[in-house]
């Protein structure tokens, strides 16, 4: 099969088209027919030599796929040969095949394109587990979501939205700002040019706060929250130290919560992905929330992908294609 390697630490031009064995699979896991892998910023930080994949797990990037199932495992039940799946993964998603545990399996609904799936596994899973599964945001609370424009943060949008949320959306355009606006958002704050901390609190504070920039906007989340507010941190773009106001934070009695989705077990994960297939798929499947796919790219342009991921002016996900 055709994969995209890393043979060493370094820019774009490091991810390197190589042909490797199939995957073997476990008792417990499917074979996919890769159609198109997803493109996450975790996948540049591996690149770069900063987010290794965890102990046993493929050293391929990708974090998400989507396509047929070519094989099962012995013990693999409610699946068969043929199914259109996506799927989250560990690691290994850039190739023409993958090994996948079955619990960490969807199935795609009839009608949304198979490429357009590989859109929705990471994203989802990532929401959901951090919103809803730690942070429990609930309707008619105020969510804030860094980087609305972001694959993570037009997801987050969606599904604050369709369980009743309001929701409050930094971009640093206005172009970026009227696609959040279009998917739902309630609340535009323009970070080049606007004080997030001053409208968000003009508004009572933010109940749920998801967070990918980390440091640097450490001490304003803690004062952009509501009383008994929540702030999830799920990125450092914007740095991983930074010196925290303890006194700030029992005044606003709020809790941060640090997380991250590749290293979790794959029964932690499971859980994840079944409480998605119960709760967000239908809406998938009624088409309240959908991808949002800004552009896809043939497998061998995945140095190209990775680009338009740093320069940041993507709306949405950027996707390789087999």
Same mark, same amino acid.
């Given at each position: 099969?055709?994969? #995209?390697? /890393?043979?060493?630490?370094?820019?774009?031009?490091? /991810?390197?088209?190589?042909? /490797?064995?199939?995957?073997?699979?476990?008792?417990?896991?499917?074979?996919?027919? +890769?159609?198109?892998?997803?493109?996450?910023?975790?996948?540049?930080?591996?690149?770069?030599?900063?987010y290794p994949p965890p102990k046993g797990e493929s050293e391929i990037p990708g974090l998400e796929v989507s396509g047929t199932i070519a094989a099962l495992g012995d013990a693999v039940t409610g699946w068969s040969v043929g199914d259109r799946v996506c799927a989250l993964l560990a690691g290994g998603g850039y190739a023409e095949?993958?090994?996948?545990?079955?619990?960490?399996?969807?199935?795609?609904? @009839? @009608?949304l394109d198979l490429v357009d799936a590989a859109?929705?596994?990471?994203?989802?899973?990532?929401?959901w587990s951090n919103i809803f599964m730690t942070a429990h945001l609930q309707p008619e609370e105020l969510l804030l979501v860094h980087g609305g424009?972001?694959?993570?943060?037009?997801?987050?949008?969606q599904l604050g939205k369709a369980f009743h949320a309001r929701v409050a959306v930094t971009a640093g355009s206005a172009e970026k700002l009227q696609?959040?606006?279009?998917l739902g958002a309630d609340i535009l704050i323009n970070y080049k040019e606007?004080?997030?901390?001053? #409208?968000?609190?003009?508004?009572?504070?933010?109940?749920?706060?998801l967070d990918v920039i980390g440091a640097k906007y450490l001490a304003r989340n803690i004062a952009a929250l509501a009383p008994d507010g929540r702030l999830d941190i799920i990125g450092f773009q914007g740095g991983n130290t930074a010196e925290l106001d303890l006194r700030a934070l029992m005044v606003k009695r709020g809790s941060i919560v640090v997380t991250g989705l590749?290293?979790?077990?794959?029964?932690?994960?499971?859980?994840? +992905?079944?409480?998605?297939?119960?709760?967000?798929?239908?809406?998938?499947?009624?088409?309240?929330?959908?991808? #949002?796919v800004h552009?896809?790219?043939?497998?061998?342009?995945?140095g190209d992908a990775h680009r338009v991921l740093a320069q940041s002016q993507h709306v949405g996900k950027v996707l390789l294609t087999v």
């Open positions: 099969m055709r994969a #995209i390697t /890393l043979p060493s630490f370094g820019d774009e031009s490091v /991810l390197t088209p190589t042909d /490797l064995p199939t995957p073997a699979i476990g008792d417990d896991e499917v074979l996919v027919d +890769v159609a198109a892998a997803g493109v996450n910023r975790a996948d540049l930080m591996q690149r770069q030599g900063f095949q993958v090994a996948v545990p079955a619990g960490q399996l969807l199935p795609v609904p @009839d @009608d859109a929705l596994p990471e994203v989802v899973c990532t929401v424009s972001s694959g993570i943060g037009t997801m987050a949008i696609r959040c606006a279009e606007q004080d997030f901390v001053e #409208i968000v609190s003009a508004e009572g504070g933010a109940d749920v706060i590749r290293a979790r077990d794959r029964a932690n994960k499971a859980k994840v +992905v079944a409480q998605v297939r119960e709760l967000v798929w239908p809406l998938l499947e009624a088409g309240t929330v959908r991808p #949002i552009e896809k790219l043939p497998l061998e342009r995945a």
